[in-house]
């Protein structure tokens, strides 16, 4: 397996190892597992990519998160990221899908606002457009490393509060749904998330946190804004722009990422599957005292 950086410090593309390796050879899983806890981000090209594979290949990692209410796939290991009705014409530009699109637009980290996070998420490209609709990423450990110490001290334990209602009211009043918000409650997690295989630190933070405990609400929003700005500057991020066989990897509690847009006349198809994260991952430390 050959390891190519991708961006400073964060980021590598794997080269001479595919899906089907590691969802069938525990020696392959071992590695790509080492290169994950390392760089946090990874890229697979020219993978012949089908559903069952990308499930196979990110089962490997932990199980796998069933698609919430509200979303394309809900009840299935599948979430379907287009802008297509199911007749498959394009939506208009005025379209629940197109401001689910402009809210993943928004600094995020998949599943901070559900009861058990995210460890990784899963993306391939199966239809793309012309232009635009490229994925952008940031290292939220590269973050945490670059905040004075006496900071880190003030921020590691404390406690922010995740919703998906906060990112989605951002974008449009009727976004999420009654149904939506009755079943993806607020949740509480710590501002820092260790990671327990190398023992390096990340930024909790994302576009569905809006609240800090023992802080009033305008002060915890500017602070979460700051720092979200403090993790994504430029030349700090990687823009990923997509092939046709790509498939990245990355991990949620290091990294940032939002999508990018696109022509609003033209196809843009992704599935993503998303990998639990459990105690060995580092979550019981993330969980505040009741």
Not at 45 to 66: H, T
Not at 157 to 175: C, F, G, K, M, W
Not at 240 to 253: A, E, L, Q, S, T
């Amino acid at each position: 397996m050959e390891i190519v950086p991708l961006a400073e410090g964060f980021g590598a593309e794997l080269r001479g190892v595919g899906l089907l390796d590691v969802a069938s050879s525990d020696a392959a899983y071992r590695q790509v597992r080492a290169a994950f806890e390392a760089h946090s981000l990874l890229l697979f090209r020219e993978q012949q990519v089908s559903d069952d594979v990308q499930a196979a290949f990110s089962r490997a990692f932990g199980p796998l998160e069933l698609v919430k209410v509200g979303s394309i796939g809900h009840g299935t290991f599948y979430s379907r990221l287009n802008n297509r009705d199911a007749d498959g014409k394009i939506v208009p530009e005025n379209h629940r899908q197109i401001w689910r699109a402009r809210a993943n637009q928004l600094w995020h980290t998949d599943s901070s606002f559900k009861q058990t996070p995210a460890l990784a998420s899963v993306l391939s490209a199966r239809t793309l457009p012309g232009a635009g609709g490229e994925t952008e990423f940031t290292s939220t450990r590269l973050a945490w490393e670059r905040l004075a110490s006496e900071r880190q001290e003030r921020l590691r334990d404390a406690v922010v509060t995740h919703s998906y209602a906060n990112s989605r009211d951002q974008i449009h009043p009727e976004l999420m749904t009654a149904e939506e918000r009755a079943a993806l409650p607020p949740v509480r997690w710590r501002m820092s998330w260790r990671n327990p295989v190398n023992g390096r630190r990340a930024l909790y933070v994302a576009s569905h946190a809006y609240a800090i405990d023992g802080m009033g609400d305008n002060e915890a929003k500017a602070l979460l804004a700051e720092l979200i700005a403090f993790a994504t500057p430029p030349g700090r991020t990687y823009l990923h722009r997509w092939r046709p066989g790509d498939v990245v990897m990355w991990d949620n509690r290091a990294t940032m990422h939002r999508g990018r847009p696109w022509p609003v006349d033209q196809l843009r198809v992704m599935v993503r599957t998303t990998i639990q994260a459990r105690r060995e991952d580092g979550l019981e430390e993330m969980r505040p005292a009741a």
